[in-house]
């Protein structure tokens, strides 16, 4: 069973950057993809950016696309979502999760998810 722990969430002012990372324990298989996604109250989580574990292959919703970038490095175990140029609508709860049926912008598709990491962009 793959645990996944995010981090780096935090407060910033409106133009700034952050990196956030999830680190997972247990095997991550080359045919999985990770992804982040993001929530606000009252609304559905929604796709952010993924990457497939093996290939790297990487995908954006084009809400981020251009200011956001994810990345992972297989030796770590570890998916990084560099976040620049935010946005105050770029507010929400961040999640990293994993779908080891492949490419989903689905998050009911996922098998596992972290606990979330709070961004907050202020104006």
């Known amino acids: 069973q793959v645990q996944l722990v995010e981090s780096g969430g935090g407060l910033v002012q409106a133009g700034d950057s952050l990196r956030l990372s999830c680190a997972a324990s247990?095997?991550?298989?080359?045919?999985?993809?990770m992804a982040w996604f993001r929530q606000v109250p009252g609304k559905e989580r929604e796709f952010v950016a993924g990457i497939r574990w093996g290939v790297g292959n990487t995908y954006y919703a084009d809400s981020v696309k251009g200011r956001f970038t994810i990345s992972r490095v297989s030796a770590e175990n570890t998916v990084y979502l560099q976040m620049n140029s935010l946005k105050v609508e770029d507010t929400a709860v961040y999640y990293c999760?994993?779908?080891?049926?492949?490419?989903?912008?689905?998050?009911?598709?996922?098998?596992?998810w972290g606990q979330g990491t709070q961004v907050t962009v202020s104006s």
């Open positions: 247990g095997r991550i298989f080359s045919s999985t993809f």
């Open positions: 999760g994993g779908d080891r049926g492949g490419y989903s912008t689905m998050h009911s598709s996922y098998e596992f």
